[in-house]
């Protein structure tokens, strides 16, 4: 016990002794949390509308006010004819294109029916599904509109109609940032975690410093533990100025409480800090851990659900994201922030990430050598 | 020209005997396009959900069977009350509810009106937002059944056609993406770490006491990098063509020229980054820290640009692989010829420019 202490401090005096990594510590997070939410916003809004009216109508015009009145739509290109509409959307001026017919209010009014065309630029796929989802409503509630001033409304729907109410729980304007935020914490702590713990130990071996700790007395597990115990504070650490910025800034506070998402966040450290020290076993150099850490953290973060939904994922890569402990702690931070998720809702990631930190750290252990060569 | 190709030649070695280097240069890419191709995507798909059929009637299960049996949902579960659905949505098992009030179908055929609620979680607001209008358009079909015979009067019919990527598969906007980082990563951190190599292990000495030209020396650094990723652009385009199924419209040869022009800015910044890092690790936290995430955020394949500040916005502009991605999008799946991407070449040229004089110009003949 004795030792473990000797080995803590000295662990925190070198840390604390470098001004770049007290820096890094306390900067990264605060840029990162101001920067990234601002740039990952994922909300389909202002797409770009060109018009090719044929018509010219009173109709016309009152159903392109519409559109643009919804602030779904920008107007952004009005074409004499659909080629040229279409050149509008090669040079990426538009997004979405709707033409209106000659006669378009003639035959509505006439014939009765009338036909509108519209063409997406569909290379966005989840982009073009949405705006042509939008505007598809927008010529309905227009179609309702026009239909009032002719027939009057009778007392009984003339036709069944099935009314279809939609609510959304849990963050009820739809704001992009609450999403995001929480899953970006999580990045940062990650990062943390692994790769400065993997490079601390690399670097004492690059310097030779670890051959004066493999002729002491200390035992494996001490020199584990005196290296997780301080990068494990650290990242709670960052975690917290995190939520004070996300609370500051955002304005965003947990539905379910800091106790739970602390819970899961101090045995996920255990395991992120034991994949970084197993890492660091295998490294000789720090550029190679630190190549090897940068690509196993660029691949966890893809394939987190950060930035795309899991569910979309093929069944491989769903897969495979059940062995990656990142993605369990965006899913906790988002249920706990979001949904107000209690100790109960998340046993089943508890039991997984308990494990992952029992294989990562029973693994470096082993796989660490009080010899050298 | 003799003592250039030599130049050459000694770097060409340097790659290609290292060779758990070059493997992983060649390798990397297709590992990253295969699993991003396929693992990064928007589309909205088997998203679990729950419903809540207060009536059990008819029409509330054959709706149900039609939600069902769309590739957009999975149903999972049958909640019997509203605590329920707040149960499983804290539980993460599901996306959506669908409600069915009591009497559903009785309301429907005699009153002529019924109501569904659809209960989305809007945590993740882009999901909740298509996976109601999915629910919306597949109860919207079942009702145009009810009434097949009946014919509204003033309708106005949308046709709706979309263009260049007809099925909305995701991978018409990630490979482009993807295509950018792996050729930035490539070539910016290995021409990086090269340069500082030489200067860490003390050879550069030997290379500064030559009469080559600092240009020519720099050069001769690039040229294997420049090979190693035409060899990458050829994988990946063949990777993306017969794997992930996203065709070429346009041009091959355009886009190959213009992936060679990326490629030639890349390493140009490699080169001036590693003229100002003295060490490999800045060299490769640089070109990470300054690349990696910069690439995955201003670029567009994963954040439409035009939803952010106005200052991210400017910003964006000088991520070169924002104009590569509008490039690629434009030739390989729009089908466009030269005449629509002059502009963007002109860019990358110009910021080729830029960076190559800069970095010639900060190249030391001397030692510190």
């Known amino acids: 016990m004795r030792m473990l202490k000797f080995l803590l401090q000295k662990e925190l005096k070198q840390i604390f002794r470098d001004p770049g990594i007290i820096r890094i510590l306390f900067i990264m997070p605060i840029v990162q949390l101001l920067i990234l939410p601002l740039a990952a916003d994922y909300e389909i809004k202002n797409i770009n509308l060109g018009v090719v009216d044929h018509d010219h109508s009173e109709y016309s015009r009152q159903l392109v006010n519409k559109i643009v009145s919804s602030g779904y739509f920008r107007l952004k290109d009005y074409s004499p004819s659909f080629n040229q509409g279409l050149k509008a959307i090669e040079l990426d001026k538009t997004d979405l294109i709707l033409e209106i017919p000659t006669h378009f209010e003639r035959d509505l009014v006439k014939d009765n029916q009338s036909t509108l065309f519209i063409a997406v630029d569909a290379i966005n796929g989840v982009k073009a599904g949405l705006g042509g989802a939008y505007i598809q409503q927008i010529i309905q509630d227009y179609n309702q509109d026009v239909r009032m001033q002719w027939i009057q409304n009778p007392k009984l729907n003339p036709q069944p109609t099935i009314d279809v109410t939609s609510s959304d729980w849990y963050n009820p304007n739809m704001n992009y940032r609450v999403f995001m935020v929480p899953g970006i914490l999580v990045m940062l702590v990650t990062m943390i975690g692994s790769s400065f713990a993997a490079n601390n130990i690399v670097r004492e071996k690059e310097m030779g410093t670890i051959e004066q700790i493999n002729v002491s007395p200390i035992k494996k597990y001490q020199f584990i533990l005196g290296k997780l115990i301080p990068f494990w504070m650290m990242a709670l650490g960052v975690l917290t100025i995190g939520f004070i910025v996300a609370r500051l800034v955002y304005g965003i506070v947990p539905l379910g409480s800091y106790f739970t998402i602390y819970v899961f966040a101090s045995i996920y450290l255990v395991a992120v800090l034991g994949l970084g020290l197993l890492l660091s076993t295998y490294a000789q150099t720090q550029q190679q851990s630190m190549l090897v850490s940068f690509f196993v953290t660029m691949i966890f973060n893809l394939m987190s659900g950060l930035y795309t939904p899991i569910e979309s994922m093929p069944a491989w890569a769903q897969w495979v994201t059940k062995f990656n402990p990142v993605s369990y702690f965006i899913e906790v931070m988002r249920m706990v922030m979001l949904k107000g998720s209690g100790l109960a809702d998340i046993r089943v990631h508890i039991f997984a990430i308990i494990g992952f930190a029992i294989f990562f750290n029973t693994w470096a252990i082993l796989n660490y050598r009080k010899r050298t060569g | ?368």
């Not at chain 2, 009153?111 to 919207?140: E, G, K, M, R, V």
């Not at chain 2, 309708?155 to 909305?168: C, G, H, S």
């Not at chain 2, 190693?228 to 346009?250: C, Q």
């Not at chain 2, 886009?255 to 080169?271: K, N, R, V």
């Open chain 2, 1 to 368: 020209m003799k003592q250039f190709l030599i130049f050459v030649k000694k770097e060409w070695l340097h790659i290609w005997r290292d060779r758990r280097t070059l493997f992983i240069l060649i390798w990397m890419p297709v590992v990253q396009i295969i699993l991003y191709g396929f693992a990064l995507t928007n589309e909205v798909k088997n998203s679990n959900i729950a419903i809540f059929d207060q009536s059990r009637d008819v029409a509330t299960l054959a709706i149900s069977d039609e939600i069902a049996a769309s590739r957009y949902f999975n149903l999972v579960k049958n909640v019997s009350s509203y605590k329920d659905i707040g149960a499983t949505f804290r539980q993460g098992k599901i996306r959506m509810a669908i409600v069915f009030p009591q009497n559903f179908q009785y309301d429907l055929l005699h009153t002529n009106s019924s109501q569904i609620q659809l209960i989305a979680d809007a945590s993740d607001p882009n999901t909740a937002n298509t996976l109601t209008n999915y629910a919306q358009s597949i109860i919207n079909d079942y009702q145009q059944s009810l009434n097949q015979n009946q014919q509204l009067p003033y309708t106005i019919k949308a046709q709706v056609r979309m263009l260049y990527n007809p099925e909305l598969k995701g991978a018409y906007s990630f490979v482009p993406g993807v295509m950018a980082l792996v050729l930035m990563l490539v070539c910016t951190m290995m021409t990086s770490i090269a340069i500082v190599k030489e200067k860490e292990m003390g050879t550069m000495e030997v290379i500064l006491v030559s009469p080559l030209k600092p240009f020519r020396i720099i050069i001769a650094k690039a040229v294997p990098y420049l090979f190693v990723s035409l060899v990458n652009i050829i994988t990946i385009l063949l990777l993306s063509v017969f794997v992930l199924g996203v065709p070429i419209v346009g041009s091959l040869w355009l886009l190959m020229a213009e992936s060679t022009l990326f490629t030639i800015t890349s390493l140009s910044l490699g080169i001036l980054i590693s003229n100002s890092a003295k060490t490999q690790q800045t060299a490769m936290f640089t070109s990470m820290m300054s690349l990696f995430l910069p690439t995955l955020l201003f670029s567009g394949f994963l954040f439409p640009i035009e939803n952010m500040p106005i200052p991210l916005q400017i910003i964006s502009n000088v991520v070169p692989s924002k104009w590569f991605y509008i490039i690629v999008k434009d030739v390989m799946i729009k089908g466009l010829g030269f005449g629509a991407v002059w502009p963007e070449t002109l860019i990358l040229m110009g910021m080729t420019a830029i960076l190559l004089g800069i970095s010639i110009y900060k190249f030391k003949i001397r030692l510190a």
